[in-house]
């Protein structure tokens, strides 16, 4: 039973991993940026969401409710200054200046933030919990929050299959100069596409560090960019849904690694992970449900 | 009267290659004007200057008027200049109808019912009404011709810049796009059109313009053009000499 219940709390987990994750996917399936300070991103966030809670006094959960748009806002302005100013000078400046921002977020939180760890305080909601049997124990904050995330994803899915704006982000992504030509503004495409990607790493990290962890300035490169890399790449790149499978089987199988490893091995939850990204890496480049692309 | 599009001594370089050498050309509104030129003239190079995707090095770019040389393409589209790719670029991934829905929303500002049936409407006109909801990945290279085509006049173009329309195509295919092209010169749309098929091109313009190493040489009656010696010494030993020489040799008939 103890198994079923590492699975469970795997799948519980493995939603907010994708949630983490889709947004390091649409930037690079839309913009071919790989955001390196993605995982900086979350920890912004947060230490946002602190700033929110102190301000309003709101209870910490609903923090996201400010800290979404705001990071989201933040997100457009990104791509469209340094991240656009870097794309215009090749890919791989995009990479460099992406991995400078992160190194830049994380020294000034180090500087005027300390280095001291910080939770979101989710009240006693977050302790709240069911049991099915005498083994299995579900929180109420991680359901729901697994069901936001698969919410969130589902909405975005129907949002680039059928909106105008999905469209024009699908078009974009596609060819860039052609979407030109049709009258689209690729430059405000990719802002729109970096708010999408910086609301939900923003509700991501608000979820993650009000239950699971305590941030500080350097988990954002230390762990959360190495989730979501490992996720992308377990799932494929270009799917929505493959991004969720990814985020699930990487939560179950850090689950079973916790469970292996015990209070004596606590790395074994990492270690787990990244074996398992290996062996895909090796097995199955393309990911899980990722498209193999001849042309 | 202020011509559609007017380019003003407009000058390219790259690096030493010079591609448009003082430019300077007035088209107005229901004007169809061919261009012809050898590989490396800089045909494409000046629809990318006139349709945004190049920046003249000097020069100005005017629609009625007003000066767009610093307008991005997207922008110039918005104000009404359409273009279509040599290799046709539609969007793989979305339906025949969401490439041309997009196009008449961004480029034709257009809003949903409006939308929706502009691109059905030039899904008609263009004869891809059957294939709407295909992917457009899965189309041949005529569906992609006319795609190329359909998303350009979605965006309701005042100058349609055409770029090789009829290349890799059969007779009676590229008479049924010179069709297409001629009955939207007749609503008064102006055309700009390169081709290296001179068939589909004499047959259908009034005004030919023959560009070669970034200067314009020829300029007038497409007969007259491809009579001048400067136009028959660029085209000598390329493929199209002996259709050059016929129509040359027809002009010179008809001058007898």
Known sequence: MIWVNDIIQGILLGGLYALFACGLSLMFGVMKVINLAHGDLAVVAAYVALGVIALTHIPGVWSFVLVVPIMAVGGYFLQRTLIQASLERGTITTLLVTFGLSIVIETVLLQFLSANSHGIPDGSFGTASFSIGSQISIGWLDLIILVVAVTVLLVLQ?????????RLIRAVADDREAAQLAGADYRHIFGIAA?????????????????YSQFDPTIGTGQLLLYAFEVVVIGGLGSLWGTLAGGIVLGVVQQIG???????????????GQLVFLAVLVVLPQGLTGIRRTA | MTALLELDRITKRFGSVVVADGLSLAVGAG?????????????????GLIGGDLAPNSGEVRLEGRPVTRLDASARCRLGIGRTYQV???FVDMTVFENVLMAAQQGGGQRRRLSYARAAAVLERTGLGNDANVPAGRLGLLSRKRLEMARALATAPRLLLLDEVAGGLTDPEVAELVTIVTSVRDEGVAVLWIEHVLRALTASVPRLICLAGGSFIGDGAPAEVLAEPAVREVFLGTEVTTSLAGLAGEAAREDA
């Open chain 1, 158 to 166: 129907f949002y680039l299959s059928r909106s105008r704006n999905g």
């Open chain 2, 31 to 47: 004007d169809i004007v061919g261009i012809v030129g050898p590989n490396g003239a800089g045909k494409t190079s000046l629809f």
């Open chain 2, 88 to 90: 046709p670029r539609p």
């Open chain 1, 195 to 211: 708010a999408i990607a910086l609301g939900t790493v923003a509700l991501a990290g608000v979820a993650y560090f009000g239950m």
């Open chain 1, 258 to 272: 916790a469970q292996i490893g015990g209070a004596a091995h606590p790395d074994y939850q990492f270690l787990a």
